[in-house]
């Protein structure tokens, strides 16, 4: 007969195991296994370190003044001074761009294309007359040079740039517009090396000098485009003037409209 019947089941389940392997069972021992506690690492066994967030935006509720966003990258804090997201972002993407930005003279192969025309865009194409044709230069340059150095910048990549380019109507650029795109990204190295960003500047290879397609008017055609433009209805007076202050200076668009001629006439002074 069972001695262990009427007695609690988890004490009959320990007698079976006891009987079972023919040892004793420790009386003060609890039934439950207890994971093993963690170890601290030791030696080479350290533990991981916290990834860094980068440089991100963060809303900062403030009581003693406006609340703002701050830019915060590891232990710095900066504030936008501002609470519209819109301007807190640009003030974020100069800040990455500033980070990353060289410090010293760097080799070729160290500094991107990239990053050297979006020094040259920032610290000198602004203050020339036409900005925006090489804003267009620098837009086509970084979709075939992006994630590129400037030690990738020789002969065969140049001719590699000149065949790949496409205008938007689907017809290969021509040599000209190539030919000034190039010189864009020559201007920028050149410019990076002279403010100290870059230790030297290597050369960009140009596609030969198309020859020139200039024409000349004649005298008896300005004197037709002339007649034409005062015979107009409306604003002829001033679109003569125009004409006349181009074939006697040669100056660009921009610059004679910056005249303001329409306020007063050529012909009269």
């Given at each position: ?34 994971s093993p ?104 340059l ?40 190039l ?18 500047a ?28 005062r ?39």
């Open positions: 007969m069972d001695d262990t019947r009427g007695r609690d089941p988890s004490r009959r389940s320990r007698d079976k195991l006891e009987k079972g392997r023919g040892t004793s069972w420790p009386r003060n021992q609890n039934w439950a296994f207890r506690a963690p170890r601290r690492p030791t030696g080479d066994h350290q533990p991981m370190p916290r990834r860094a967030k980068g440089p991100r935006l963060y809303w900062r509720d403030r009581e003693d003044g406006p609340s703002v966003w701050e830019i915060r990258d590891g232990s710095t804090r900066i504030s936008t001074g501002t609470d519209s997201r819109r301007d807190a972002e640009t003030q974020l993407a100069q800040y990455i761009d500033r980070k990353h930005r060289p410090s010293g003279p760097a080799r070729p192969d160290e500094l991107d294309v990239g990053m050297c025309l979006t020094i040259y865009a920032e610290e000198r194409a602004v203050s020339v007359s036409d900005p925006q044709r090489i804003g267009y230069a620098i837009d086509a970084d979709r075939f040079w992006r994630g590129m150095t400037i030690g990738d910048v020789k002969g065969e990549t140049c001719r590699r740039y000149a065949k790949s380019r496409i205008k938007k109507d689907g017809q290969p650029a021509s040599d000209g517009t190539i030919r000034r795109e010189n864009v990204l020559q201007a920028a190295i050149n410019h990076c090396h002279a403010e100290g960003y870059l230790i030297h290597p050369r960009v290879a140009m596609p030969d000098r198309p020859a020139s397609k200039e024409r000349w008017l004649t005298r008896q055609e300005a004197a037709w485009l002339i007649r034409a433009a015979a107009l209805n409306r604003d002829g007076r001033h679109l003569a003037d125009f004409i006349l202050h181009g074939l006697y200076t040669g100056s660009r668009k921009e610059t004679i409209l910056a005249m303001h001629i329409d306020q007063r006439s050529v012909l009269g002074g």
